[in-house]
């Protein structure tokens, strides 16, 4: 019995030193560190980045835009959002109210919040915070140590794109020297009491603006979209939204957790594009000019009856001829110009004509985009989205389909991501799903005469294949025949000298059937001097009846 009791009193005895036992583990001082604030100014995360932008923008070899922040920087950033409405805290100046340089927030006369400060390791960071609670200069010291794990993943959405989503998981709480992670809702409230804010409301503070904190979880969560609306302050940017599909789609970004920094890395360099654009000749100035330029293309076609095998005709569109065309129509309606704030500097977003190239049988689209400091356009990143596709035809509408979304000089992304690039082009009628549509694009080469059979891309040559109509097969025939005399009295002209080399060079080699090098330099004529030539080809072969059916 005796040894009974002794065991009751002592477990009475426990229970009633626990809470100071408990006490006496969680008591713990905290002063601020504060070496780990010594930066030359003021620092938010805008500040940062910007920054860290400008490094980027600078240096065309560089490979990655590096969001990372020293200690210094990180704490300094911090204490402008937790100390915002203290300016006196941390000040020297001992004329200043202790208690105002001592308290980062007053808890009226009952103490105060001390400050936090971040640490960094390798794939997490911790958090750590101090606080006062008492009265009449007795007081209850404490600190909060909050450590996040850092793992980055990519996560495949349901419209079959992907995002990247970065988790800080709170792998353990202390107060003081005690581990409560096991007991998270009483010691959220806990710290509540003792600090006036939460576990939860010291996380969600430190990612002010960026990412949100899932209480379920205890996860900090960040996608590129919370990146996206921290450096634009808003979603709604067809161009950035554009870049950060890409760096979603090729999982470019990376953490840069280590002993003396973190943050986050964008592997931007790798959308680095070289592409120097398109230069025209020429631009179309009206529909005389458009007129002219069909004309002097049609040439293509009477050459083409050069191979007398083939039962169909060709209108070749020089790959130059394609771009003045869509120069014309499109002209700056595709380009666009934003600004965004970052840190105080003001950025442009670019958007340069669209263009085309003619590419292993495919029409490349090529859309380039820069970022460009406004006070120093040397500053600059350059990218480019290249839509490849493949002609047909669809009734009188050209067709343009999207098989695949290049970006920069090396890199290719899924058609998934095809949505948020055409958004670059903005709200325009020829955009319909993954195609490019030119609608009654074809009613250009109506005739009774001939049908649009197949369009291809061969070399630098947009290639309109023309079947002629019932009778009008005759008529090809007949052409066919006499194109050769038509051409060689034509091309005496001196204008049309190196015209004249290439048909030569074509007639010496009889088994050829390659007309691509009277094609070019046809192409090396100006416009004028290209209809020129089709208006005398086609006077020279007058004597053809119903050669008109044929000619569009």
């Not at 079959?160 to 096991?182: D, R």
């Not at 960040?222 to 789609?249: P, R, Y």
């Not at 005469?449 to 009778?471: D, W």
């Amino acid at each position: 019995m005796k040894l009974i009791f002794r065991l009751i009193k002592i477990i009475l005895l426990l229970i009633t030193l626990s809470p100071f036992i408990l006490l006496a583990i969680m008591y713990k001082g905290y002063t601020i560190p504060a070496d780990d604030f010594l930066v030359t100014e003021e620092l938010s995360f805008t500040d940062i980045a910007a920054r860290n932008l400008d490094l980027f923008l600078s240096d065309p070899s560089k490979e990655s835009f590096e969001f990372t922040l020293t200690k210094n920087e990180a704490n300094a950033a911090m204490k402008t959002l937790y100390a915002k409405d203290n300016p006196s805290f941390m000040s020297e100046d001992e004329s200043l109210p202790k208690e105002d340089r001592l308290y980062a927030i007053k808890f009226g006369n009952f103490g105060g919040f001390k400050g936090a400060n971040i640490t960094f390791a390798e794939d997490e960071l911790t958090i750590t915070a101090g606080a006062d609670a008492g009265f009449n200069g007795i007081y209850y010291k404490t600190t909060l140590k909050i450590t996040l794990g850092l793992v980055i993943d990519a996560v495949e959405l349901e419209d079959g794109t992907t995002q990247t989503v970065i988790k800080l998981a709170v792998k353990s709480v202390n107060i003081g020297n005690l581990p409560v992670f096991w007991m998270y809702d009483g010691a959220n409230w806990l710290v509540k009491q003792i600090f006036k804010k939460s576990i939860n409301e010291f996380i969600q503070q430190s990612i002010q603006g960026l990412g949100n904190f899932d209480l379920d979880t205890r996860t900090v969560v960040i996608t590129s979209k919370d990146i996206l609306g921290f450096v634009n302050n808003s979603n709604e940017n067809a161009m950035l939204d554009a870049v950060f599909a890409m760096v979603d789609e090729l999982e470019l970004i990376e953490s840069t957790f280590t002993d003396t920094h973190g943050g986050l890395k964008l592997e931007l360099g790798k959308l680095r594009s070289t592409d120097a654009g398109y230069v025209l000749t020429s631009q179309l100035q009206n529909d005389q000019d458009v007129e002219t330029l069909f004309t002097g293309q049609l040439s293509s076609l009477l050459v083409s009856t050069l191979l007398s095998n083939e039962s169909t005709l060709k209108y070749n569109m020089h790959e130059m001829a394609f771009n003045q065309l869509l120069d014309y129509y499109v002209r700056d309606s595709m380009n666009i110009s934003e600004k965004i704030e970052l840190g105080g500097e003001a950025y442009l977003i670019q958007t340069e004509p669209l263009f085309a190239r003619f590419v292993n049988n495919q029409v490349h689209f090529n859309i380039i985009l820069k970022i460009v400091k406004e006070s120093d356009p040397t500053k600059q990143f350059k990218t480019s989205f290249i839509l490849k596709t493949t002609p047909s035809v669809n009734a009188s509408d050209l067709v343009f389909t999207i098989t695949e979304v290049g970006i920069g000089d090396t890199e290719t992304v899924s058609s998934a991501t095809i949505e948020k690039v055409l958004k670059l082009v903005g709200e325009t009628d020829i955009i319909q799903g993954n195609q490019i549509i030119l609608e009654d694009f074809l009613n250009e080469f109506a005739t009774q005469g001939v049908t649009v059979k197949q369009i291809s891309v061969n070399g630098s040559y947009l290639v309109f294949e023309l079947e002629p109509n019932g009778t009008n097969a005759s008529v090809l025939a007949e052409l066919q025949d006499a194109i050769s005399d038509a051409l060689n009295d034509v091309l005496q002209d001196p204008e049309y000298a190196d015209v004249l080399d290439a048909f030569e060079d074509f007639l010496a080699n009889p088994t050829s059937n390659d007309t691509s090098g009277i094609l070019d330099a046809i192409n090396n004529l100006d416009p004028t001097q290209q209809s020129l030539l089709f208006d005398q080809l086609l006077d020279s072969l007058g004597d053809i009846s119903n050669l008109g059916n044929l000619i569009p």
